[in-house]
């Protein structure tokens, strides 16, 4: 146990620690048409071929699920004059789990009046650097056509501050 107003618990004493933890399912996308079946009306989606959720298991490795995040031969082209089978956002990407942590300490500083005094804080967003899959691509006649070729949010981030109040 520190001794109050000792140099061991002005140095290692009261510290705040705080966080946010933030676990979301997958953000929805749609998978649009490559024709322009309504001329013009509204952008039409694709069918949906066969029965079942068209998403592949999450459960494959990432290597996996970055080039095939869904079976890509269950979606085709709508026929003219119609919508497509497919609802809107109808489908979730990958999910996304982030852990953010701030610790900080103040001291007073009785020299600069009776407000006086300095808050170190130091901060890291991202802190287990984890990587954040963004959506497939979802443009039919697009090469990447069901691959995940970006990410979501930042890598690791860490920052100091110093603030001084009087």
């Known amino acids: 146990r520190l001794q ?16 946010i933890t933030t676990l979301q399912a997958g ?16 952008g039409a989606r694709t069918d949906l071929v066969g029965t079942g959720y068209p998403v592949l ?7 996996d699920r970055l080039a095939a995040y869904f079976d890509k031969a269950r979606f085709t082209n709508p026929q003219p004059n119609t919508y497509g ?21 103040g ?4 020299f600069l009046g009776e407000v006086g005094q300095i808050e170190y ?8 650097n984890a990587t954040h899959m963004g959506n497939p691509t979802t443009g039919l ?4 056509f069901g ?5 979501d949010g930042n890598p690791r981030i860490l920052q100091m501050a110093l603030k001084i109040a009087w």
């Open 85 to 105: 089978t497919l609802g809107r956002n109808a489908l979730k990407g990958p999910g996304f789990a982030n852990v953010d942590v701030s610790l900080s300490k």
């Open 57 to 63: 298991d999450p459960g494959r490795s990432k290597g």
């Open 4 to 19: 109050k107003g000792s140099t061991a618990d002005a140095i290692l004493g009261n510290w705040r620690l705080s966080g």
């Open 107 to 110: 001291w007073r500083l009785p």
């Open 121 to 128: 804080r130091f901060e890291a967003f991202n802190l287990l």
């Open 27 to 42: 953000r929805p996308f749609s998978v649009g048409a490559s024709n322009n079946p309504m001329a013009g009306a509204g």
């Open 141 to 144: 006649t697009n090469p990447n």
């Open 147 to 151: 691959r995940i070729t970006g990410t």
